[in-house]
């Protein structure tokens, strides 16, 4: 076994087969290191942090959307519209409808259903590009915002903000931080433990490979130093803000959709149709089934997106959702998914939809223009997406090839022993790479 084989095995023994989550977490740290120490350490106040999550919870459940779509090979341009026409409905049905806030949340998901269908029917059935139909959604859609609210702001009743603007509340004795943030992040760092310890215990009993246990000690260490860490910081904001509930929402949403993902009948079969939809459905996996529901799934969580952000602002307007689709599709390609589809994890999704708004975030403490912003993120994106194609052209695994670059190996390879011809035998049976003697 050569050298360079050798380190490669070593090194997914320890990180696991996809390295390339590691590299997208990597730059994450980097970046919120460098913006911690260029904002005088405003980033990681508790404040900031706070808004942080609140402010971009709705762009981050739209990735977890958009990576299902675009594994499957498609691409949703109606994100943003859906979740603007949404909104405007779900605030109609509540300011001049009558409808209690709950069976008005439950209207909006099911008109996210409906247009999800529609759009799901012509991409799945009729069999018209994803990328047409769902431009033509953003702007049937992003007109009837517009007609649906005779482009007005429509407010929503202060009940309905909880989903938006709310957080975890207070109980318990006085301790300084809200009580309730504490429990749940003792409840993650625990969960990562629980979670390593039984992905040892099933890779012994299937006697397959598994990482030295002191790389699963420190990775349980530092991932839970980051939880308590951050666990604190959202305890610790000023009286009456905690973890927000929006951020309560996310967490529950990327849990479920990486075990619909990753452990499930429709989660293989999203990964085969994108890989390879033909051998797929030589399979017998039904590729209109699945692209319907990965289209229908997409609208309902953009609904749910909309609804989120019209409960933070408290009301619903003719420019909600401009340019959403856009921040889901950098912040999944970030991520790690693949143009060609077949490729991408909820969890990648979310790491580079946190880089993304990390960025501008970091971007906006430091005073930069919103033109600087627009053009230092799409910089970025072009730059993580063209590196990440160039390594993998390289044979490369992905974006931190460039940190992990195999070393040449020295050592002359080892010919294979010469094949003479046997007697008799005529010239052209000779292969053709060895010479006469």
């Known amino acids: 076994m050569s050298g360079n084989t050798t380190t490669t095995e070593k090194r997914k023994s320890i990180f696991g087969s996809n390295i390339r989550q590691f590299g997208i977490l990597f730059s994450l740290i980097a970046i919120i290191a460098l913006f911690q120490i260029l904002t005088g350490g405003l980033t990681l106040s508790p404040g900031n ?18 990576v299902m779509v675009i594994i499957a090979g498609h691409i949703d341009l109606s994100v943003g519209s859906v979740a603007a026409f949404a909104g405007i409905v779900v605030a109609t049905s509540m300011s001049q409808w009558n409808f209690p806030w709950p069976l008005a949340l439950l209207f909006g998901l099911l008109v996210g259903a409906v247009i999800g269908a529609w759009q799901g029917f012509w991409v799945a059935y009729i069999g018209v590009p994803a990328f047409i139909v769902t431009l033509a959604g953003m702007l049937i859609f992003r007109g009837g915002n517009q007609f649906f609210g005779n482009a007005n702001t429509v407010p929503v009743p202060e009940a309905f903000t909880v989903i938006g603007a709310g957080y975890l509340p ?7 931080y809200n009580n309730l943030t504490l429990l749940l992040g003792f409840a993650i760092a625990i969960a990562i433990a629980v979670r390593e310890w039984r992905a040892r215990r ?15 000690l420190v990775k349980i260490g530092l991932l839970d130093a980051v939880v308590i860490y951050a666990t604190f910081l959202f305890a610790g904001g000023r009286v009456g803000t905690s973890f927000p509930v929006s951020g309560i929402i996310l967490g529950v949403l990327v849990l479920f959709y990486s075990f619909v993902t990753r452990n499930t009948i429709l989660g293989r079969h999203i990964y085969a149709v994108g890989g390879n939809k033909l051998a797929a459905e030589l399979s017998g996996v039904n590729s209109r089934r699945v692209d319907f529901l990965v289209m229908m799934n997409m609208s309902i969580l953009s609904a749910l997106a909309g609804m989120i952000f019209v409960a933070r602002a408290g009301a619903s307007g003719p420019q909600d959702g401009l340019s959403w689709e856009l921040d889901a599709i950098a912040a999944v390609f970030i991520g790690g998914a693949a143009v060609s589809g077949g490729i991408g994890t909820v969890i990648g999704s979310i790491v580079g939809g946190l880089v993304m708004a990390v960025l501008n975030n970091g971007l906006q403490l430091l005073g930069v223009g919103s033109d600087l912003v627009q053009i230092i993120k799409g910089m970025v994106l072009l730059a993580a997406v063209g590196v990440d194609v160039w390594n993998k052209s390289q044979g490369r695994p992905s974006i931190i090839g460039l940190l992990t670059r195999k070393r ?3 050592d002359p390879a080892t010919p294979p022993p010469a094949v003479r011809p046997k007697a008799g035998a005529s010239e052209t049976s000779r292969p053709a790479d060895l010479p006469f003697n």
């Open 408 to 410: 040449k190996v020295t």
């Open 170 to 176: 207070e109980v318990g004795p006085t301790t300084g």
């Open 49 to 66: 942090l706070i808004n942080l999550v609140s402010q971009y919870s709705y762009i981050l459940i739209l990735a977890i959307g958009m």
């Open 202 to 216: 099933v890779q012994k009993t299937m006697h397959s490979d598994s990482s030295p246990l002191w790389a699963s």
